[in-house]
């Protein structure tokens, strides 16, 4: 029996061009996944051209890892692993094309977050925000001796956009109404490794994970719960944290909350899922089960990306914008108002001004209502 490659299996049906977003935005073929498995196929004839090399390597990184490809894929091709392990080899074979990345290893390697920003301050900007509102908050900070049950990791972009700093409120006030026992991490958190990881440097990710799971561990924490699905991954899937249960926020709510109050609000927003949510982590059901009990008034949109993806915001701003657009379009938004539960889908659509909302603010803003 002959074991193929995972690349080897593509037949080149083509099923999955018109799902991909960087096709729609480029309409270009060799951003295509059939493109790229197609190079790798007959790359004994082309390994000499290094040119064409050259440009496969940065193709490899023109890619928001939304995994569209591989759920619609014809043949069963194992595409994120691919470009995964694609990207690992470009950086090792070819560092002097990724200086771009320097910036974003550098802050992470010395200062354990992705904006290069001191430690101490990943429990500030909120607690000044919010001391006023839940005065015991900066007990909530965790330093080594205190416990909870559950543990909060708010991640990098959470702990310090102040563009993010509605979502944060939110999901403090929330917790503090059910009576959650939880803790955050503060100067304690590192960056969950995921830029890392999304770079092909799985060390460089480890290096980060191993320090959050001594900590988790030592908060005795039987639960740990994040609003972003990218940290999700890295925390679910990479951190080894054994007899600990690891959750999206809305898996958490969608549990918790019981009868929650519910909104009597009109207003229709469009859902959208973000793709390492529902198709990396396949949940799905919860975030719409939350909406649906504090009553948001939503549609579906398409199952496409927002275009912030697999470091494609940072390795080529203007293709992002333009997938973000094109989804505007395609998805007659208007003035509607997007609600999601990520904060990179969040950062991606305020950036080209579509307004946004998380979930847990939807639960917060129904909660706000019943107390008026
Ligand atoms: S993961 Fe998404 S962006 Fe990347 S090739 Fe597949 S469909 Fe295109
Ligand atoms: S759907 Fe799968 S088999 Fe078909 S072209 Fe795309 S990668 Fe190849």
Not at 236 to 249: A, F, P, S
């Amino acid at each position: 029996m002959v074991h193929l490659m995972s690349f080897e299996k593509c037949v080149r049906c083509g099923s999955c061009i018109k799902f991909c977003p960087l096709f729609t935005a480029r309409e270009d073929e060799k951003f295509t996944p059939r493109a790229k498995t197609y190079i790798l196929q007959v790359w004994d004839l082309l390994e000499d051209d290094e040119e064409l090399a050259k440009e496969f390597r940065r193709l490899v990184f023109q890619c928001t890892m939304c995994g569209r490809c591989e759920e619609v894929c014809s043949s069963d091709v194992d595409l994120l692993h691919i470009y995964h392990e694609q990207r690992s080899k470009a950086l090792k074979t070819a560092p002097q094309e990724f200086e771009y990345l320097e910036a974003l290893k550098k802050s992470l390697a010395e200062s354990k977050n992705i904006y290069g920003l001191d430690q101490e301050d990943r429990a500030v900007y909120w607690i000044d925000e919010l001391i006023d509102e839940i005065p015991d908050i900066e007990d909530r900070v965790y330093e080594p001796g205190k416990t909870a049950e559950v543990v909060v990791f708010l991640g990098c972009l959470m702990s310090f956009r102040s563009s993010q700093m509605d979502v944060v409120r939110s999901l403090f006030r929330t917790l503090e109404r059910i009576g959650t026992d939880y803790l955050v991490l503060g100067a304690d958190e590192f960056c969950c490794g995921h830029p890392l990881y999304l770079a092909g440097d799985d060390e460089g990710a480890e290096l980060l994970r191993s320090h959050n799971r001594e900590v988790m561990q030592a908060a005795q924490a039987k639960t740990v719960i994040t609003g972003c699905p990218g940290c999700l991954i890295q925390l679910k899937n990479y951190h080894n944290l054994e007899g600990i249960e690891v959750l999206h926020d809305t898996q958490y709510f969608d549990r918790e909350l019981g009868r929650p109050p519910t909104l009597d609000d009109s207003e229709e927003f469009a859902y959208h899922d973000p793709c390492e949510l529902h198709r990396i982590m396949g949940v799905k059901t919860e975030p719409r089960s939350v909406m649906r009990k504090v009553g948001v008034n939503f549609r579906e949109m398409d199952l496409s990306c927002c275009g912030g993806g697999g470091l494609v915001r940072m390795t080529d701003p203007d293709l992002s914008d333009k997938i973000a657009e094109v989804r505007r379009q395609k998805e007659h938004l208007g003035d509607t108002t997007v609600v999601t539960c990520c904060p990179s889908c969040r950062e991606q659509f305020l950036s080209v001004g579509i307004e946004t909302r998380d979930i847990v603010e939807m639960i917060d803003e129904a909660y706000q209502k019943e107390e008026e």
